[in-house]
């Protein structure tokens, strides 16, 4: 079972893109699913997550212009990234985490933002 990312791409600043996330097989109890991202030179960074409740968080930099979802069913999540600067710039990742610390990862997906 793996997760997989798409809907990274090229966009102007203060465009918009949709990244999404699945799991390629059935699996069941995760707790947390959320993105990440990595910019070059830099630690990766935790810019949302949600847990199976609904409850959300927020890196404060993209606080107002991200927005996190996901469907429980189907154990897929999204993210919205709305007034997209440059600073967004990086490779993101989905992750998920079971409720018994199992972690997964997607590949990362690259997202460019132009000034």
């Known amino acids: 079972v793996q997760l997989q990312a798409s809907g990274g791409g090229l966009v102007q600043t203060g465009g918009s893109l949709r990244l999404a996330c699945a799991f390629s097989?059935?699996?069941?109890?995760?707790?947390?699913m959320g993105w990440f991202r990595q910019a070059p030179g830099r630690q990766r960074e935790l810019v949302a997550s949600?847990?199976?409740?609904?409850?959300?968080n927020y890196a404060e930099a993209v606080k107002g212009r991200f927005t996190i979802s996901r469907d429980n069913a189907k154990n897929t999540v999204d993210l919205q990234m709305n007034s997209l600067k440059p600073e967004d710039t990086a490779v993101y990742y989905c992750?998920?985490?079971?409720?018994?610390?199992?972690?997964?990862w997607g590949q990362g997906t690259l997202v460019t933002v132009s000034s």
């Open positions: 992750h998920a985490q079971t409720v018994r610390l199992l972690r997964y």
């Open positions: 097989g059935t699996i069941s109890g995760i707790n947390y």
């Open positions: 949600i847990t199976s409740g609904g409850r959300t």
